[in-house]
């Protein structure tokens, strides 16, 4: 069956070191991947999308890689900061539909 | 741009009531919207998937005459919990894709709609 695992439900990290979430997919074969971010109450926000023959992504403090080898995404805040804390999920895209994995939640400690 | 707006954003009401739920684009034509439900400390369960002018396409295992999906307009895009029991207590949220992009996009979501029945 299909699954989407993101790395341990929660991650702590120090403000200034870099944060690094893991989304691994089985029985996928997505065109393309994407990272939102969500805080509590709130809809997710719309962060990265990496394309299947993409291997790497940035935007500012962030950064994506994909290996459709390995079938796995990383996702990456460097200098991470306190407002960085939030719920990320990763989700896949194959048939026109997103399937989302169940999120890390990220806490940077000042 | 690209702000989805769903409302209410929170509504407590007595078992065997219908609720509404409006999402709205705002800033863009939004050809398909899709609504999902999210439980405490999980991700987001696609329910469904509305196009604009046509019948929606619900997922497996979601009742379509218990959640009514209307997409009237390129803007406008709303839910219906019929008859609705504490069972179907969560958190709703729809999210939009711009018009003539169907992959390849991102989704803009809305705020979500947090629904509590007693």
């Known amino acids: 069956s299909q699954k989407i695992e993101q790395n341990s439900e929660a991650l702590n990290i120090q403000e200034g070191k870099t944060a690094t979430l893991t989304c691994n997919y089985t029985n996928y074969s997505p065109a393309y991947l994407q990272w939102y971010r969500q805080d509590p109450g709130r809809g997710p926000v719309f962060l990265l999308l990496i394309r299947e023959n993409e291997k790497e992504k940035r935007k500012e403090r962030l950064k994506v890689t994909f290996d459709t080898t390995l079938k796995q995404s990383l996702f990456h805040i460097t200098a991470s900061q306190p407002a960085d804390s939030a719920t990320y999920l990763c989700?896949?895209?194959?048939?026109?539909?997103?399937?989302f994995g169940d999120g890390t939640t990220l806490t940077v400690k000042p | 741009g690209a702000v989805v707006s769903q409302h209410p954003s929170w509504v407590i009401c007595k078992s065997g009531t219908s609720v509404k739920i409006e999402c709205r684009s705002l800033d863009f034509q939004a050809t398909t919207m899709f609504w999902y439900r999210q439980f405490p400390k999980q991700s987001l369960m696609l329910m469904a998937t509305s196009n604009e002018g046509s019948k929606a396409t619900y997922e497996q295992g979601v009742e379509k005459d218990k959640f009514l999906i209307n997409h009237a307009s390129l803007t406008l895009s709303t839910l219906t919990v019929t008859s609705a029991h504490p069972e179907d207590s969560s958190f709703y949220i729809c999210?939009?894709?711009?018009?003539?992009?169907?992959?390849?996009?991102?989704?803009?979501f809305g705020d979500g709609t947090r629904l509590s029945i007693l």
């Open positions: 999210s939009a894709i711009l018009m003539g992009h169907y992959s390849n996009q991102p989704q803009h």
């Open positions: 989700a896949l895209d194959t048939t026109g539909k997103s399937t």
